[in-house]
Antibody
Framework: VHLVESGGDFVQPGESLTLSCVAS????????MTWVRQPPGKGLEWVSF???????DYADSVKGRFTVSRDTSRNTIYLHMTGLRLDDTSIYYC??????????????????????WGQGTSVTVSS | EIVMTQSPVSLSVTPGEPASISCKSN???????????LDWYLQKSGQSPHLLIY???QRPSGVPDRFGGSGSGTEFTLKISRVEADDVGIYYC?????????FGQGTKLEIK
């Protein structure tokens, strides 16, 4: 079970870039997935979820600029990034996570146990 | 958003000695289902993070039983019963109860 990211590059501010994350030995359509990033020398920052039901969530810092999607035929998730800014410079990781179901209302609850991570792909935004 | 605060920022431990890292949240991470949505991750130098503890105290298969998680609500602790040289790296807690998921700032473990 593993994940392989690709697509990182050196881009100028305002440009666009799409990252890919290919999954092996599990189905991205049956699992919830996330993108997490890490600026150089800094800590981890959550970016986006794409849930098994297809719903998505985004950090405020990327909302309206980044879009997460998946291609079940390629068993791949994507992060399409537009309007890139200097502070988007990071290593971007994809990971698989788990969610629970609230038995009282049938809603999903919690995002946890990021147990499978990719090796990361580097995005540098600079003029 | 839920703010996660780890302490200490760094610690230096003699091999074979125990180590403890604290993680506090400004809101409870305990859901009515009884789960605390708090994970611990270790990131070794040049590597991706990997999962050590989930739901506050659950250890995935393959993680040595030297690692233990405890706590509930807003206060959590990661304990390493006997530190080994391979344990060096940065430890992060993460809350997954609410979106946005948030991480602590990290605790750097070094070997004396």
């Amino acid at each position: 079970v593993h994940l392989v990211e690709s697509g990182g590059d050196f881009v100028q501010p305002g440009e666009s870039l799409t990252l890919s994350c290919v999954a092996s030995e599990f189905s991205v359509s049956d699992n919830s997935m996330t993108w997490v990033r890490q600026p150089p020398g800094k800590g981890l920052e959550w970016v986006s979820f794409i849930y098994s039901d297809g719903n998505t969530d985004y950090a405020d810092s990327v909302k309206g600029r980044f879009t997460v999607s998946r291609d079940t035929s390629r068993n791949t998730i994507y992060l399409h990034m537009t309007g890139l800014r200097l502070d988007d410079t990071s290593i971007y990781y994809c990971a698989r996570l788990f969610r629970d179901v609230d038995l009282m209302n049938g809603h999903y609850v919690g995002n946890y146990a990021l147990g499978v991570w990719g090796q990361g792909t580097s995005v540098t935004v600079s003029s | 958003e839920i703010v996660m605060t780890q302490s200490p920022v760094s610690l230096s431990v003699t091999p074979g000695e125990p180590a403890s890292i604290s993680c506090k949240s400004n809101q409870t991470l305990l859901h009515r289902n009884g789960n605390n949505y708090l994970d611990w991750y270790l990131q070794k130098s040049g590597q991706s993070p990997h999962l050590l503890i989930y739901l506050g105290s659950q250890r995935p298969s393959g993680v040595p039983d030297r690692f233990g998680g405890s706590g509930s609500g807003t206060e959590f602790t990661l304990k390493i019963s006997r530190v080994e040289a391979d344990d060096v790296g940065i430890y992060y807690c993460m809350q997954g109860l609410q979106t946005p998921c948030t991480f602590g700032q990290g605790t750097k473990l070094e070997i004396k």
